[in-house]
């Protein structure tokens, strides 16, 4: 009950396309829902976040899409940038600020 | 400003040998504190976690202890390292639950 499913595991997108990447859940507990970037040799940095009481939220060229019945969510970049090449972790918050993270998907933008 | 000091940011280390990471924060009080650990293309693993001085919550029985001896002081321990505890082992704060967690640099652990 405590994991977060991400797929997939790495995402290869051209210069312009639009990547996704999905997350699942299956604590309700689950409250706060944020996304990390994080390139390598570095610690991850917040991309973006959402509460489960919105079904979207946009910033940019990130969007994220949430699901609350079927305990899913995504993040949606636009207009995907060779700059954007990272790992993107999900994550959830569990029981009082402790962030339970994804796998990871490796993305790569082709120029 | 809010910074957070993580150190060293590489280590090797021979199996069997102690371990002391040591990670601060400045410009905030009684932060939330963790230690996370991410193994080679794996995610990260909650490992503890701290609401205040002295007041530690471990998430994975292992070979690794954490201690809080000041309020913006977090300390990751171990008294005889495994092959196993190799990683990248990163520190973070938030000011409370549901808002941003703010990562160190991490510390990469190589044991030998």
């Known amino acids: 009950q405590q994991q977060v499913k991400q797929s997939p595991q790495s995402l290869i997108v051209q210069k312009g396309g639009i990547s996704i990447i999905n997350c699942a859940y299956e604590n309700t507990a689950f409250d706060y829902f944020p996304w990390y970037q994080q390139f390598p040799g570095k610690g991850p940095a917040l991309l973006i976040a959402?509460?489960?009481?919105?079904s979207e939220k946009k910033e940019g060229r990130f969007t994220i899409s949430f699901n609350k019945s079927a305990k899913q969510f995504s993040l949606h970049i636009m207009d995907s940038q060779p700059g954007d090449s990272a790992t993107y972790f999900c994550?959830?918050?569990?029981?009082?600020?402790?962030?339970?993270f994804g796998q990871g998907t490796e993305l790569s933008v082709k120029p | 400003s809010q910074t957070i000091h993580q150190w060293p940011a590489t280590l090797v280390q021979p199996v069997g040998s102690p371990l002391s990471l040591e990670c601060t924060v400045e410009g905030t009080s009684n932060p939330n504190l963790y230690w996370y650990r991410q193994a080679a293309g794996r995610g990260l693993q909650l490992l503890f976690y701290?609401?205040?001085?002295?007041?530690i919550s471990s998430e994975v029985p292992q070979n690794l202890s954490a201690s809080r001896p000041q309020d913006r002081q977090f300390i990751l321990s171990s008294k005889k390292l495994l092959l196993s505890d190799s990683g990248f082992y990163l520190c973070?704060?938030?000011?409370?639950?549901?808002?941003?967690?703010?990562f160190g640099q991490g510390t990469r652990l190589t044991v030998v």
């Open positions: 994550a959830a918050d569990y029981q009082g600020g402790k962030l339970i």
């Open positions: 959402i509460r489960p009481d919105v």
């Open positions: 973070a704060w938030s000011v409370r639950r549901n808002t941003e967690a703010f």
């Open positions: 701290s609401v205040g001085i002295g007041q």
